[in-house]
């Protein structure tokens, strides 16, 4: 049976358009053309992703992480390398991200492979961390199943007196990755449910094609 309470949630959408004539012909400056518009929209969080990773078998495997940085040719985040998705990472590196906007009424699909960044990169960035983040990257044996928080409490006891609040490392198995997209689609929420849609494909030339989507 339907819920009405759900099914009765819509909302018309009209703040903006999105045509052809409007945009760059590479999606990482049209991406940073909209990323700019969502730091001045002041949103909260312009930066919170969906990132959707498959394992072995195929099975899809989704959560939010940080968009960290954004490179000319993709799209930056960190995590655990022993976590799931850097397990599924490992056994198949083809993953989606989605950036939803819907104070501007949009939304972003990346469709690509993933990488590691460099070791220099990810020291970098992790140095720039507050202390208690980077001791908490020690802490955490991310996604592993674990009897309770007390454990967690231990572990972050263990390493502030190993470490201090200075000099702490970055753990061998915590880093970056880096999208790169092979299919970006900007969506522009429009009135009456027809959407614009543009969809953005490389080729083996690194060309990239738009093609305008039905909604």
């Given amino acids: 049976m ?6 009765d949630i819509r909302k018309d959408y009209k703040l903006k358009s999105l045509l052809e004539n409007d945009v760059d012909k590479d999606p990482l400056k ?3 053309k909209w990323w700019k518009e969502s730091i001045d929209a002041d949103i909260a969080e312009p930066n919170a992703m969906t990132l959707a990773t498959c394992d072995e078998h195929g099975k899809p495997s989704a959560r939010i992480v940080l968009l960290k940085d954004l490179h000319q040719d993709g799209f930056v985040f960190f995590t655990n390398y022993e ?10 590196p083809s993953v989606a991200l989605v950036f939803l906007w819907k104070e501007l009424e949009r939304q972003v699909r990346i469709e690509g492979s993933v990488k590691k960044i460099s070791a220099q990169e990810s020291d970098e960035y992790f ?11 020690w802490s955490s ?9 007390e454990i967690l409490e231990k572990n972050v006891v263990y390493y502030n007196d190993k470490f201090g609040e200075e000099n702490i490392p970055r753990p061998d198995n915590w880093g970056g990755y880096i999208v790169q997209p092979q299919l970006v ?13 543009l969809q953005y494909t ?8 738009i093609e305008r989507l039905a909604p």
């Fill in 2 to 7: 339907q819920n009405k309470d759900i099914a």
């Fill in 30 to 32: 049209q991406f940073q």
């Fill in 83 to 92: 976590s799931r998705k850097g397990k599924q990472i490992e056994m198949n």
């Fill in 127 to 137: 140095a720039s961390r507050p202390s208690k983040s980077r001791i908490g990257a």
């Fill in 141 to 149: 044996p991310q996604s592993q199943v674990i009897d309770d928080r």
């Fill in 185 to 197: 689609e900007f969506w522009q929420g429009r009135r009456s449910r027809l959407h614009d849609r």
């Fill in 202 to 209: 490389i080729d083996k030339n690194n060309k990239w094609t």
